[in-house]
C-alpha cells in the first residue's frame, strides 16, 4: 500500500503530509477533553493514517478529507468528548474562515497550511518564524495598540503575507504592513520611532548607554561606532551580499564576519620590512629613515602602522619578525634600553577600548633577540605605565625546536609561562618545518554552522553531512567573491581607509595586494556535530568517533581548496574560535526548535568553538590533546585552548615541559593556556 | 626450592597527567597503598593504611593506560604511601621501565636498604625524598610515629653519594617543622642537588618567610626553589643566573 504523501490545501496547492500534524490535532481535541495521554494521541493519528492510506491509496486527499478521517476515528474509537471538541472547534475554523473570506475573497491559514513564513531581521542577524502571537504582544507592549486590536491585526497581517505566496519578508516590509493595518482601522500609534532605523529601540538604548566599565561614563565614540555597525549590517545583509548568502547568514547555516564593517579587512601581518620600505600605512617620507635609526623610532613607527592598519581590519594586527628587527638596532645597547624599547612598543601598539589587540611574535633564536624577548615579556607582566592588560598586545612566542636548546631561550620561555601563571594572555605558535610565510592579509572569513547541518541531515548520515557541507562551502565561496568584488570596487573610489592600503601611492606598490589575500572558512562546533552524527561529544568517543571528526576536517580542508580553486579565491579551513559566533549559532539553532534545543544543550549557552572539546568536559589535559591535536593537521589555524589551575601547573617548569612535549609529540598549530 | 616472585604492589591510584610530581617533565603517577608513618600534616591520609578494604586497581589496566600515553608522557612517578615498603617494588619499575618511560620514586626516606637496592639498580632516574624534620626527636612529632633517625640519615647518604637525579623535599609544619628547622635541615642536606621548600597546603607560612628561608641556607645546596612558584633559586647554582623577579 502507498503511504500517503501529499495533501491538498483549500487553495488547491500540495504540500507533503506531516503526520505530527494530525497528531497535534488529536491531542488538542484530547486536551479540552480533559486528557493529555499522547500515547493515545499517538494511537489515534496512527489509526487515522492507516485508513487514509486505505481511501486515498491513488489520490491526494484533501484537508476536509482528512478532518473528516480524524472526526470519524474519534467517534469509532469511543472519545466522544474529544469528537465532539474537534467538531466544535472545526465549526469555530471555518466560520472565523469565511468571515475573512468574506473580506478578503481568499483563504486564510488553516490547521494543515505547514507553510513556514520566515521573517528576515537584518537588525537582529537573524531570520525567524513569522509568528502571529509575537507581533501582536510588540504591538501590544512596544506601541500601546490594545490587545484585541493587536491581534485583529496581525492576524491580517498573517493573512496578507500569505496571500502575497511568498516564503520569507524582511521585517522591514512586516513593519511596513502593520502600519498600514493600523491605520486601516484608524489607531493613531507613533511608530516612527520603532521604525527608524529598523534597529530594536532597546539595542540603540543599550549602546548609548552602555558604559566602558563598571561605574565609569558611557563612551559615546563605542556607541557611534556600535550603531553605525547595526545600520552597515542592514546594509550588506540587504544589498552587499548575494541573496542567498544573507539568507543563510539569518538562518544561521553560516556566519559572516565583519557584517559590521563590509569593506574592512578580518586580519593583517604588519613586518618591519614594510617600515623599511616605507610601503606600511602611515609613514610619512622619512619614516624609513626614522626607524632604522633607533629602537624608538622603530617601536613609534609600528605603532602608527598599527593604528592605522588597525583602522581597517576587524581582528586586531599581527606584528611579525619583532624580535629580529629590534635585535639589529639592539647590537651594543644597554639591558635599560633594550626594556625601553620593548616597553615602547606595547604602549604604541595597545589597541583602543572596544578594538581587538594587536598580537606580536617573539621568535627567541638566541643572543639579541632572545633578550628583547625576555625584555617584553617582564614588560607585559609589570605593565608599569602602560594601559589595560587587555588592550596591550598578545605576546606570541613562536617555538621552534631551538626554543628549547640554550638556556637563555628556555628563560624567554619561562618567563612566558610565568605570565601565563599571573593570568596573562600569551599563546604559544609551533613552527615545525621552514617558518611558514602565510599571507600578510586574511580578507574575509565565513564560517559554517556544522551542528545545524549535522541536526538536519540525522544520526549516522555522515555522507549526507558532507553533501550539506559542500552547499554550505559554495554558498560561503560565494559570499567571499561577492566580498571581493566590493574590495575592489573600494581600492578604485578615492578617500576611505582601505584605498590607499590597496592602492599604494607616490610610487610605492601597495601595502596589500588584494590578489594574494586568503578568504578563511572558519569551523565552528565540531564537537556537537559529530554528536548529533554518531551520538557521543568528541570527548566521550571512541576512535570511530574521532576518525569521524577527522574525516570531517579533512574533507572540508580538500573541499574548500578545491571550491577556491574554482573561482579563483585562495581559500583556507581554519578553526573559528569566536566564542561570540558560536554563542549566536547556537541561539540562532535554538530559536527554530526550543524544546529539543534545551534538552540536547542543557545549562548551555553556545556551541563548542572551533574544533575544540567541549570545556566542561570531564577529561584531563591529555585526552583534551590527544582529540584535538590530530585534527589541527587539516587546518591552516587553530588554538589548542588549555585551562588548567595553576596549582596543576606547579611552576613554570611544569608548563615548558607540556610545551616540549607538546611540540615534539603533537602537531597542534599554537596552544593557548589560560588558567583559572 | 624455587622463590616465589613477590606479590605486585597494592595499586591505589593512577594519576594519569601531572606537571608537579616531576618538576619540568609531564608525568604519570602511580599510588601505592600503605605507609609507616602518620604525619599530622599528610595530604592522602587514605593511602596511609596498609590494607585497604574497597581493593585496588588492577596493575594490567594501569600500565594499560600508561602504554597508551606513552608518547605524551616523560616518564612514571611511582608515590605512596611509602612504595619502599612494597618488595614488589622493583619488578614494578622494571616494567614501568619496559613500557619505554622513566621512573621517579617519592619516598620518606625510612627503609634504606629497599632505597639503596633501587637505587643502585639504575634503574629509578630520580628519587624525590621529603625530610619532615630536623634528625632529633622533633621528627617522631612530625612523622606522628616511631622513627629510626639513623635509617633516614643513611637514606639522605644515599641519595647524596649516588650520581642520579635527586630532589630533596622540605615541607613547612605549623609549631614543629618552623622555618628556623627549615633552615637546619637545609644545612644538613649540605652538597644536595635539589631542595624544595613547601609551605602548607594553605600557603603558610607564605612566600615572604619561605624566601628568607632560602636566602639563609640555599647557599648550601645546588638548587633551592620554591614548590610551584615561578622559578627564583636561593641555591649555589641558581644565584650566579640571572632571575626575574
Ligand atoms: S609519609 Fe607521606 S604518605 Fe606517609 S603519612 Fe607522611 S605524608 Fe602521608
Redesign the pocket.
Known amino acids: 500500500m502507498r503511504r500517503v504523501a501529499l495533501v491538498r490545501l483549500r487553495d488547491g496547492e500540495t504540500v507533503p503530509f506531516e503526520q505530527h500534524r494530525v497528531r497535534d490535532a488529536i491531542l488538542g481535541a484530547l486536551l479540552a477533553a480533559g486528557s493529555d495521554d499522547r500515547r493515545l494521541a499517538d494511537e489515534i493519528a496512527a489509526v487515522v493514517e492507516l485508513f487514509l492510506e486505505k481511501t486515498f491509496f491513488d489520490e491526494i486527499p484533501g484537508i476536509e478529507q482528512i478532518e473528516d478521517m480524524v472526526e470519524k476515528v474519534l467517534v469509532d474509537t469511543g472519545h466522544a468528548a474529544a469528537a465532539k471538541a474537534f467538531i466544535l472547534h472545526r465549526d469555530r475554523r471555518r466560520r472565523l474562515r469565511e468571515a475573512r473570506d468574506a473580506r478578503h475573497e481568499q483563504f486564510a491559514p488553516t490547521l494543515f497550511d505547514n507553510r513556514v513564513l520566515r521573517i528576515d531581521d537584518a537588525a537582529s542577524g537573524r531570520s525567524t518564524p513569522f509568528s502571529r502571537a509575537r507581533l501582536a504582544r510588540s504591538l501590544s507592549s512596544d506601541g500601546g495598540v490594545p490587545r484585541e486590536v493587536a491581534d485583529d491585526v496581525a492576524a491580517d497581517v498573517e493573512v496578507r503575507l500569505r496571500n502575497a505566496a511568498v516564503q520569507r519578508a524582511p521585517a522591514s516590509l512586516v513593519h511596513a504592513i502593520t502600519e498600514v493595518e493600523l491605520l486601516d482601522r484608524a489607531t493613531p500609534v507613533d511608530l516612527r520611532r520603532r521604525a527608524a532605523a529598523l534597529i530594536p529601540g532597546q539595542d540603540l538604548a543599550a549602546a548609548v548607554y552602555r558604559r566602558s566599565r563598571e561605574g565609569g561614563a558611557p563612551v559615546p565614540a563605542v556607541a557611534s561606532r556600535e550603531l553605525g555597525a547595526a545600520a552597515l549590517r542592514c546594509h550588506a545583509l540587504s544589498d552587499l551580499l548575494p541573496a542567498d548568502v544573507a539568507r543563510a547568514h539569518l538562518d544561521g547555516e553560516l556566519h559572516v564576519h565583519g557584517l559590521g564593517s563590509p569593506t574592512s579587512l578580518d586580519a593583517a601581518t604588519l613586518r618591519p620590512d614594510d617600515i623599511v620600505s616605507g610601503v606600511a600605512p602611515g609613514s610619512g617620507p622619512r619614516a624609513p629613515a626614522e626607524a632604522a635609526r633607533s629602537g624608538r623610532r622603530l617601536a613609534s613607527a609600528l605603532g602608527r602602522a598599527t593604528r592605522h592598519l588597525g583602522a581597517a581590519v576587524v581582528c586586531g594586527v599581527r606584528l611579525r619578525g619583532m624580535t629580529e628587527a629590534f635585535a639589529a638596532l639592539h647590537t651594543d645597547a644597554s639591558r635599560d634600553e633594550v626594556a625601553e624599547d620593548a616597553w615602547q612598543l606595547l604602549l604604541e601598539t595597545a589597541a583602543d577600548p572596544g578594538d581587538d589587540p594587536a598580537e606580536i611574535d617573539l621568535t627567541p633564536r638566541g643572543g639579541a633577540a632572545t633578550e628583547f624577548a625576555a625584555a617584553l615579556l617582564r614588560a607585559h607582566a609589570r605593565r608599569d605605565g602602560l594601559p589595560a592588560r587587555e588592550l596591550l598586545a598578545v605576546p606570541t612566542v613562536v617555538l621552534g625546536d631551538a626554543a628549547f636548546g640554550d638556556a637563555e631561550s628556555r628563560e624567554v620561555l619561562r618567563l612566558a609561562a610565568d605570565a601565563v601563571l599571573r593570568g596573562a594572555r600569551v599563546r604559544f605558535q609551533f613552527e615545525r618545518d621552514a617558518p611558514s610565510s602565510p599571507s600578510a592579509v586574511r580578507a574575509g572569513r565565513i564560517t559554517l554552522n556544522l551542528p545545524q547541518a549535522a541536526r538536519r541531515v540525522g544520526r549516522g548520515n555522515v555522507e549526507g553531512f558532507l553533501r550539506a557541507c559542500d552547499a554550505l562551502v559554495d554558498t560561503a565561496m560565494a559570499g567571499h567573491v561577492a566580498r571581493r568584488e566590493l574590495l575592489s570596487q573600494v581600492a578604485g573610489a578615492p578617500g576611505g581607509t582601505l584605498a590607499p592600503l590597496l592602492r599604494g601611492g607616490r610610487g610605492r606598490r601597495p601595502f596589500i595586494d588584494l590578489s594574494a589575500a586568503t578568504w578563511s572558512v572558519g569551523i565552528t562546533g565540531l564537537n556537537e556535530a559529530v554528536a548529533h552524527l554518531s551520538g557521543f561529544e568528541l570527548h566521550e568517543g571512541d576512535e570511530d568517533v574521532l576518525r569521524v571528526a577527522r574525516r570531517i576536517v579533512s574533507y572540508l580542508s580538500l573541499r574548500v581548496k578545491e571550491a577556491g580553486l574554482a573561482v579563483d579565491v585562495r581559500t583556507t579551513l581554519d578553526a573559528d574560535e569566536s566564542a561570540d559566533v558560536a554563542a549566536r549559532l547556537f541561539a540562532v539553532d535554538g530559536a527554530e526548535e526550543p524544546g529539543d534545543h534545551s534538552d540536547a544543550y542543557p545549562e548551555r549557552e553556545a556551541y563548542t568553538p572551533g574544533v575544540a572539546v567541549r570545556e566542561t568536559a570531564p577529561v584531563d589535559l591529555l585526552d583534551r590533546v590527544e582529540c584535538e591535536e590530530p585534527l589541527h593537521a587539516s587546518l591552516s589555524a587553530a588554538t589548542l585552548r588549555l585551562r588548567l589551575e595553576p596549582e596543576d601547573l606547579g611552576g613554570p617548569d611544569g608548563l615548558v615541559a607540556l610545551l616540549r612535549k607538546l611540540l615534539r609529540t603533537g602537531t597542534p598549530r599554537a596552544v593557548e593556556i589560560v588558567t583559572w | 626450592m624455587v622463590r616465589r616472585p613477590p606479590p605486585p604492589p597494592p595499586l591505589r591510584g593512577l594519576e594519569s597527567v601531572s606537571l608537579t610530581a616531576w618538576e619540568g617533565r609531564v608525568a604519570a603517577v602511580l599510588q601505592l597503598q600503605g605507609?609507616n608513618?602518620?604525619?599530622p600534616?599528610?595530604?592522602?591520609?587514605h593511602?596511609?593504611p596498609q590494607v585497604f578494604e574497597g581493593g585496588t586497581i588492577p596493575l594490567e589496566s594501569a600500565l594499560d593506560t600508561l602504554y597508551r600515553r606513552r608518547r605524551w608522557l616523560d616518564g612514571v612517578v611511582i608515590a605512596?604511601?611509602?612504595p619502599t615498603l612494597h618488595e614488589g617494588l622493583r619488578d614494578l619499575v622494571r616494567v614501568v621501565r619496559e613500557l619505554g618511560l622513566r621512573v621517579r620514586l617519592h619516598t620518606?626516606g625510612s627503609n634504606p636498604d629497599a632505597l639503596r637496592a633501587v637505587v643502585e639498580s639504575g634503574e629509578v632516574s630520580s628519587v624525590a625524598m621529603?625530610i619532615r624534620a630536623p634528625l632529633d626527636p622533633t621528627y617522631a612529632v612530625a612523622?606522628g610515629a616511631r622513627v629510626r633517625l639513623a635509617a633516614v640519615y643513611e637514606s639522605v647518604e644515599i641519595l647524596l653519594r649516588a650520581p642520579g637525579e635527586h630532589e630533596f623535599r622540605v615541607p613547612w609544619l605549623p609549631q614543629v617543622v618552623e622555618t628556623e628547622q627549615m633552615v637546619s635541615v637545609i644545612r644538613m642536606l649540605a652538597g644536595a642537588r635539589r631542595v624544595v621548600l613547601e609551605p602548607a597546603p594553605d600557603g603558610s607560612p607564605g612566600r615572604r618567610a619561605l624566601q628568607q628561608v632560602g636566602r639563609t641556607a640555599g647557599a648550601y645546596v645546588d638548587s633551592c626553589v620554591l614548590a610551584g612558584r615561578p622559578a627564583q633559586d636561593f641555591g649555589a647554582r641558581g644565584r650566579s643566573r640571572s632571575v626575574p623577579s
Not at chain 2, 41 to 45: D, K, L, Q, W, Y
Open positions: 605507609c608513618f602518620k604525619c600534616a599528610c595530604v592522602v591520609p593511602l596511609v605512596g604511601g611509602e620518606n621529603t612523622v
